[in-house]
């Protein structure tokens, strides 16, 4: 599904509305940049943006030709076909304005009849989220240190999730969040004691109740028992509920409102968990600040430095005889 802008089809039509205006001859000179906007805004149209013309075509495709005829007769020199701007005298008579005016009426009962075949759909908000970042940039709402550590594949998931949700395809939402989740709990078990496991039962059956011993004990280096408490509440509610429906859709057991609130929780749980592994050193790349880059370009400098000075000295060192 791709957002639609309605403001161009106000703009379509307020820049044809500019052409056909005059009902008696008019300056040539005067329509250079009305007659230049409507061909623009047509010619966009017809290419598919915002959306692909069907029955309409024609009539877009011969008002279009009118325009451009229309132009050419009054800016291109018949001779050099270079740009020219008309004197004062010339006009664009009463006779090529009514022809204009008739197609543009025929386009315009055309592309009504097709627009009224289309299905358009409304997309409520969400909470406090704004539907468009919504349904296009959801992992917009990380923090950008946390972005540039997330895997790709959990930030995809994590859009998926967003837009299904601002479309209230519940299950869906959630199935991806579940997705995401799983992805870095992977890496999480890895990291901080819970083993390692390639299968998902495996990884939510076995790895994740060690994670839930471990946090229980006072070891600093435990998992942190938040991280570990959502994960088991996806683990005892919500898989459970995508994957046991009993013949019915998922979205029977899960309500929109259910999935907003996961939304929210498992957001949240996912930026612990990144900065939980990017501390430990696992699961993405650990950020060195500045200073740090710079002292290492720094040292790298000199040893390379040192190694031309090794090689020179090498070259002008003269061979003793035997």
């Not at 509305?17 to 300056?27: C, H, L, M, P, S």
């Not at 029955?55 to 740009?83: C, M, V, W, Y």
């Amino acid at each position: 599904m791709n957002p639609i802008s309605q403001y161009k089809f106000y703009d379509l039509g307020a820049k044809l509305y500019r052409v056909v205006a005059n009902r008696t001859a008019v300056g040539a000179a005067e329509m250079f940049v009305p007659l230049m906007e409507a061909q623009t805004a047509l010619d966009t149209l017809i290419k598919g943006d915002p959306i692909q013309l069907e029955h309409s075509k024609p009539e877009a495709n011969a008002l279009l030709n009118k325009l451009g005829a229309i132009f050419d007769k009054n800016f291109i020199d018949l001779n050099t076909r270079q740009f020219r701007f008309p004197g004062r005298e010339e006009v664009i008579d009463a006779h090529e304005l009514t022809l204009l005016r008739s197609l543009v009426e025929k386009f315009e009962t055309a592309f009504a009849s097709e627009l009224s075949r289309k299905a358009v759909f409304t997309v409520p908000k969400r909470g406090l989220f704004d539907t468009y970042e919504l349904t296009e940039h959801a992992d917009n709402q990380f923090a950008e240190e946390t972005l540039r550590i997330m895997p790709q594949g959990v930030r995809a998931d994590i859009r998926a999730a967003g837009r299904a949700l601002a479309f209230g395809l519940a299950s869906a939402c959630c199935f991806h969040l579940v997705r995401a989740a799983e992805d870095l709990l992977s890496k999480y078990s890895e990291a901080f004691g819970g083993g390692t496991a390639s299968k998902s039962d495996v990884l939510w059956h076995e790895a994740l109740p060690r994670l839930v011993a471990m946090s229980k004990g006072k070891n600093p280096n435990a998992p942190d028992a938040r991280i570990v408490g959502m994960l088991s509440d996806i683990e005892g509610r919500i898989r459970p509920a995508l994957t046991n429906t009993n013949g019915h859709n998922a979205d029977a057991h899960i309500s929109i409102s259910d999935a907003t609130i996961f939304f929210n929780t498992t957001t949240s749980m996912i930026s612990l968990m990144l900065d939980a592994l990017n501390k430990n050193g696992k699961g993405g790349q650990r950020q060195k600040s500045p200073a740090q880059k710079a002292e290492e370009t720094l040292i790298e400098t000199r040893e390379l430095a040192q190694d031309y000075d090794d090689e020179d000295n090498a070259s002008n060192t003269p061979r003793k005889s035997a």
